[in-house]
């Protein structure tokens, strides 16, 4: 019974710092890291020690460019090119778009700054069930 | 959305009740603690994604027609590996099947602030994927694989969902006749959320070409990283090494100008591993060179 009560405190802290490295709070992120060390000093050897991220420690970092591949040449028909850029980020969904280069400067030229995102998906799980399917009863 | 999931699947049986409470006193869902291996939603970014596009972004999901592949599946998640109780009640009537992609704007204003358009695609649980179907196969251009051995046939028909979930996604970001598809949807999808008012003056379904893609697969559908690295890196490889041959790409964009697959990734370690791993597939297609 203990172990389970504990499991679901770790799992607890664990979602409220995730909450918090998603949205850049860090009110009493101390007392929530304290925490979260504690509980994993007593757990070494939990599943979430996998799951969990280096990346909340720097939770309004910008994205850091790592590489970045070019096509050579441009398509004959269009006359566009391609480009992979591969970069490190604390959070897709909040730190790589449109908005990513508040307070920036000379950086600014290597921020991904992207208008579409591309979602993994979890139908009936975090996305809306109607996603999945809609089954309409009629008569 | 539901208050938590296993990573790596299966979807449980039965969803939690009324009474769920998430703060730890939850005693099943489809028979399951809650405990480790567990997610919450705003630890992935499906999670975040609806939590910040909120209504609207729901609201567009729903509008989502059946997908046009649907018909071949038997269902989105198979029991091969591990057991019989999986559930499978989606009955060919789904909108976005494991390995294909569709579009929709970003919903709420929130997520209006990062992003314009989402391409959603739905990567397999790695050991439970669709069962395979010949017609599966074919719709999705899925070649035959050589496996014998069961676990690694899942294992590999799990990749091949998986790249082609890559594959739908570049199509669907890139393509301009699957954006014309999606601008005829959207406007459906438009005039139908200004009838409940909740469609915003803004234009929905506006396609930029600089995309954001995170590692498919390595979160809650629990691919093995380094498998998810190798898929990203072959996919992603092949889209720079090849050219569209669609004529009829959009031709009112400036000359010279570049497409941009933007890999963000949580780890620095992976994004070099993702960097080395894609440097040498494009050594082996001979294409193009990294300039940083």
Sequence with gaps: MWLKLDDIYCNTIDS??????????????????????????????????????????????????????????????????????????????????????????????HLPQCSVLVNPANPNLTGPNSFVSVYIHMG | MQPYF??????????????????????????????????????????????????RIRAECSLVPTHQYSHAYINQQSSKLHDDNVQDDEKRSVKCPVGTAVTTSSGGEELQQHYDTIIHTTPPFYNYPPSITPELKQVLGILDSDSDDDNNSIHSWSKELLRSCYR???????????????????????????????????????????????????GCRAFPKDIALDVAAIESASWLSTYSSDTSEDKNTNEGEVDVVAFGLLEEDDARHLSDRLEKELRVSQQPTPTT
């Design chain 2, 168 to 218: 739908q996604s570049f199509k669907a970001a890139f393509d301009s006749n699957t954006n014309k598809d999606t601008s005829i949807q959207n406007g459906f999808i438009n005039n139908s959320l200004r009838l409940f008012g909740l469609n915003n003056k803004r234009h929905i379904g506006k396609t930029g070409k600089r995309v954001a893609l995170p590692l498919l697969g390595a």
């Design chain 2, 6 to 55: 296993p990573r790596g699947g299966p979807q449980p049986l039965a969803k939690p009740n009324r009474t769920w409470n998430p703060v730890g006193y939850v005693s099943q869902w489809g028979g399951m603690d809650v405990g480790s291996g567990m997610l919450f939603a705003a630890e992935t970014i499906d999670g975040l994604v609806h939590q910040l596009g909120g209504l």
């Design chain 1, 16 to 109: 409220l710092l995730s909450k918090m490295i998603v949205v850049g709070d860090v009110t009493n992120v101390d007392t929530q890291i304290s925490s979260f060390f504690l509980q994993k000093q007593s757990h070494p050897h939990k599943l979430w020690d996998d799951m969990v991220s280096k990346a909340w420690y720097k939770p309004s970092a910008l994205p850091q460019l790592i590489a970045r591949f070019e096509s050579s040449s441009s398509s004959a028909v269009t006359s566009r090119r391609r480009a992979i850029e591969v970069y490190s980020t604390p959070c897709i969904v909040t730190n790589f778009g449109k908005q990513c280069d508040v307070g920036s400067n000379d950086d600014s030229n």
